[in-house]
């Protein structure tokens, strides 16, 4: 077993995959990590996909949050990457995502609600923490910036 | 596989289940009882209503299957019929697909509650019967659903109809046993009592319960493979419904006599005497049976209620992309990423049909039949223009048969229908129809930016046509601008002349307040793939840069806002006009030498592609602008409008004189300086310095040009870029003269292909 600060391993910001939904989220997650300076930063935003049923909203609706979710980004991280995934389950693309693009580490910011809607959303930050196979960081919430 | 496929995940049953479970509905498990006894008792000929209503059904199929091929895109006939016919039968067509889905689904919730009384007594309240009371609650759940926009709905919906039709399907057997001709025809009157007359009427009742294919074309751009799979889903699913329906139709009326059938819930009841009471030691089975068609019944009126709401907001979405609705519609949830506004204004328009019009079962399916029939004869005039303009981007992969017979059926089908629907309903459809073109008027107009085929078509054709035709195009067409602000796109290449191009683009941006783009387009060989290249591209990007950042500091002179992009391309100055494009570029700036870098290589496509110009054009022959004064020589015509605005905005920005030059033979100078003063007025230079000469024009412009700082030369004819670039124009005035020359070159026309898919 090595440790996380081991010289040949990875540091847990080197390369952050950030999560995000939509333009304000995106912003609120980017400064809530922003403090952290993490080394490089990658935001991916999932299109929730039907599979088998049509989706919640057209895919060219879709595709634009993803863009304006980037540009939020990239507002606190200049140079942040962007990687789209489409899929029914967000929590296995946000791993899978973590995997393809080789990142340290997951940082998301819960996006509240209370229990039932969770469970009817499909209590994202539950999966995230407790089906994980790299490190996921759960970000304050801060809600008035900093 | 690229981000497009990966938004592709509907198969072909998948696609099936949306229109078969959008299909079975209330129309099949409430009409067949009020049909038959329509106007006094219609009888078992409604089968053949039903069939006939199938018919109607797949002629129409067949043209959405065109259309939707050829454009899949999300909003189905709206889309169809904005981008064909213009935007306001666009808003008719989004109007009533909309307010349509609005009516059926308020339908589907009556029918909802007519099954759910079977099982559970449901109070009344004063001004709403037991059953609207039922379809309220299933509505406001319908919506609370679509909402919050819980995933697991959808997994259900396959479940759903197979569960359905597997339903459908045991009782088709059971009555298949129970069936008794006598039942069905025995009766006073026999198999027609109300005549044949009444089978019209009768399809026009009960075509609601068609209404769905259309739903798969506007989700198109999700499905696998729409060449194939959009038209077998659609065409499919309306024959497989039509076959069903007629089974299902003609059971029930085998096994209860028609005068008796509820008006209700006829399936249940259908179910009670098809089955027998008990099987071996099991009893209590025909009752079971009508148990298990009511819950098919709440399954499928749910199903079908659910898409619609869902499809609404697909519309909304399509007509707030044209700008016809504001987009404040189409805002998504934070948190359940559901077009949440739609969903709610959608449920409202619901609840207020079921509260006020629930009464009455038919004026809800007619009127929610009357709209979709209107768009459907809409949707195959839309086919009609896009074959006969004989627009190049109408590439379906599915052709309709027969044409142009089969879009002429439709639209005289579809609007023929609507004459056996009742008064009440086609004055509640118009009303909605009145309102849309009033809405286009008073709203829309000045917002799209969307210009239909069809007035392209009559445009094009304005000396073949009549007048009044010509004017009314001109009429209804949309006067919104089609970007708020301009796009100045400068194709930057070499830093000698970097800075000479962007002073005419702030120039010009400030001018037309828009903003500036800066683009290098860098050309890799076609030996190195583009992503190899991106690779390996540290020193590309270090020249790449300087070269951008160079740029944005020249613009900073002007006050717009500037943007820059590096470009890897295996083109050359394609490579520019495809930027244009996709950038929305309203005007390109570029350097004469960049126009060589295509050099040498004769391109087969190069010449059709400069030929039809995706937006102004200015080249700019010279490295250094040190600008005090310009000559614009004119003959009239779009490009030298062109040069004028360049002149007006460097006028503007720079404070540059401007001389007007016109040459003309010897003693025509009266003429010609009567009209170069007219020229000049027309384009806001009225007080510019005026020049009559005699001579050669371009021996002319040359003697003349010497004097100045800049002389802009506008193209006189259609094509004159394409010829510099291939280097075939000797273009003496360039090549002799000292004086830097800007060259510009408008399209007569915006082009088709802008038209239709750009200026979004």
């Known amino acids: 077993m090595t440790t996380p600060d081991d010289s040949d391993g990875q ?19 980017a400064r809530a990590l922003e403090p952290y300076d993490p080394e490089r930063v990658t935001a991916l935003h999932v299109v929730e996909k039907g599979e088998g049923v049509p989706d919640k909203t057209p895919v060219e609706q879709s595709e634009e949050l993803a863009a304006q979710s980037y540009a939020a980004v990239r507002t606190v991280f200049p140079d942040a990457d962007e990687h789209t995934a489409y899929a029914r389950d967000v929590v296995g693309a946000i791993f899978d995502a973590a995997d393809e693009v080789d990142a340290s580490a997951v940082a998301y910011r819960s996006r509240g609600g209370n229990r039932l809607m969770q469970f009817l959303s499909g209590d994202i930050s539950l999966r995230l923490a407790t089906t994980a196979p790299l490190p996921v960081i759960a970000l304050p919430q801060g809600d008035d910036g900093e | ?388 303009a004989d627009t190049p981007e109408y590439d379906p992969d599915f052709t309709v048969p027969f044409y142009p017979i089969t879009p002429i059926l439709g639209a005289l089908l579809s609007l023929g229908l609507v004459a056996f629907m009742d008064g009440i309903e086609i004055a509640l459809s118009g009303a909605f129809v009145v309102a849309a073109v009033a809405w286009y008027f008073l709203y829309a107009r000045d917002k799209t930016d969307q210009q239909g085929v069809l007035s392209e078509f009559i445009r094009s054709r304005e000396s073949d046509l009549p007048d009044q035709v010509v004017d009314a195009a001109d009429a209804v067409a949309p006067t919104g601008a089609g970007n708020d602000e301009p796009t100045i796109m400068v194709a930057v290449s070499n830093p000698r002349t970097e800075s000479a191009l962007i002073t005419l683009a702030g120039a010009i941006a400030q001018h037309e307040g828009g903003r500036v783009l800066a683009t290098h387009i860098v050309t890799v060989p076609d030996q190195t793939s583009l992503e190899k290249a991106a690779e390996n591209r540290t020193g590309l990007d270090q020249s790449s840069e300087e070269l951008l950042s160079a740029a944005a500091s020249d613009a900073e002179a002007f006050d717009v806002p500037i943007e820059t992009k590096t470009i890897l391309s295996h083109r050359g100055i394609e490579e520019v006009f495809d930027a244009a494009r996709t950038n929305d570029a309203d005007t390109v700036v570029m350097g004469y030498g960049g126009t060589r870098f295509a050099g040498g290589r004769v391109e087969g496509s190069l010449d059709e592609l400069t030929h039809d110009l995706p937006c102004d ?63 000049a007025d027309g384009h806001g230079l009225g007080d510019a310095d005026l020049r009559i000469e005699t001579g050669g024009v371009e021996e002319t412009i040359g003697r003349v040009g010497e ?12 094509g004159l870029l394409s010829r510099i670039v291939r280097g075939s124009l000797a273009f003496e005035t360039i090549e002799n003269l000292d004086t830097p020359v800007l060259l510009s070159e408008r399209p007569s026309a915006r082009s088709l292909w802008q038209r239709l898919f750009g200026g979004r």
């Open chain 1, 11 to 29: 540091s847990l910001l080197g390369h952050v995959l950030l999560p995000v939904a939509h333009e304000e989220d995106a912003l609120a997650t």
């Open chain 2, 707 to 718: 004097g100045y700082d800049l002389v802009i030369v506008g193209a006189t004819e259609r």
């Open chain 2, 1 to 388: 596989m690229s981000d497009e496929e990966l938004a592709k995940d509907l198969g072909l049953v998948s696609a099936m289940t949306i229109g078969i479970g959008t299909m079975i509905g209330a129309g099949i498990f409430v009409l067949p009882g009020v049909a038959v006894n329509a106007d006094g008792g219609a009888g078992p000929i409604v089968v053949v209503s039903f069939v006939v209503g199938g018919v109607i059904a797949m002629v129409n199929a067949l043209s959405v299957s065109e259309l939707g091929t050829a454009m899949p895109k999300a909003g189905g006939g709206y889309y169809y019929i904005n981008k064909s016919l213009g935007p306001m039968f666009g808003s008719i067509a989004g109007m009533g697909d909309w307010m349509g889905l609005a009516f059926a689904s308020a339908f589907y919730c009556i029918g909802f509650g007519q099954y759910l009384a079977v099982f559970v007594g449901l109070p009344t309240v004063p001004g709403l019967n037991a059953i609207q009371v039922g379809a309220l609650v299933a509505g406001a759940v319908f919506i609370g659903v679509n909402y919050v926009g819980a995933k697991e709905t959808g997994g259900v919906q396959t479940v759903i109809v197979t569960l359905l039709l597997s339903i459908l399907a045991v009782f088709s057997v059971a009555g298949f046993f129970s069936f008794d001709y006598a039942t069905l025809a025995g009766n006073e009157g026999g198999l027609a009592p109300g005549g044949y007359g009444a089978i019209l009427p009768g399809t026009a009742l009960v075509f609601v319960s068609f209404l769905g294919y259309a739903k798969i074309a506007t989700v198109a751009e999700e499905l696998k493979n729409p060449g194939r799979n959009l038209p077998i889903a659609i065409i499919g699913s309306v024959g497989i419904v039509t076959v069903i329906y007629a089974v299902l139709v003609t059971t029930m009326l085998g096994v209860v006599p028609w005068p008796e059938l509820s008006q209700d819930a006829p399936v249940a009841q259908a179910a009670r005497v098809a089955f027998p009471e008990s099987i071996g030691p099991v009893t209590g089975v025909a009752a079971g049976a009508a148990a298990v068609m009511t819950v098919g019944a709440l399954l499928a009126t749910a199903s079908s209620a659910n898409a619609s709401i869902l499809a609404s907001a697909r519309i909304n979405f399509a007509m707030g992309r044209d700008k016809i609705v504001t987009n404040w519609l189409n805002e998504i949830h934070p948190n359940y990423a559901t077009p949440y506004r739609s969903i709610l204004v959608t449920g409202g328009l619901i609840v207020v049909f079921i509260a006020l019009l629930g009464q009455d079962i038919e004026i809800l399916s007619k009127a929610a039949s009357v709209l979709h029939l209107i768009v459907y004869a809409l949707m195959n005039v839309g086919l009609i223009v896009f074959r006969e």
């Open chain 2, 617 to 679: 054009f200015l080249v700019l022959d010279g490295q250094r602008l040190d600008l005090s004064d310009v000559l614009v020589p004119t003959a009239g015509g779009p490009s030298s409008d062109l040069s004028a605005e360049v002149a007006l905005a460097l006028r503007e920005t720079a404070g540059v004189d401007v001389s007007l030059l016109y040459v003309v033979d010897e003693g025509d100078e009266a003429s010609g300086r009567e009209f170069l003063a007219g020229w």
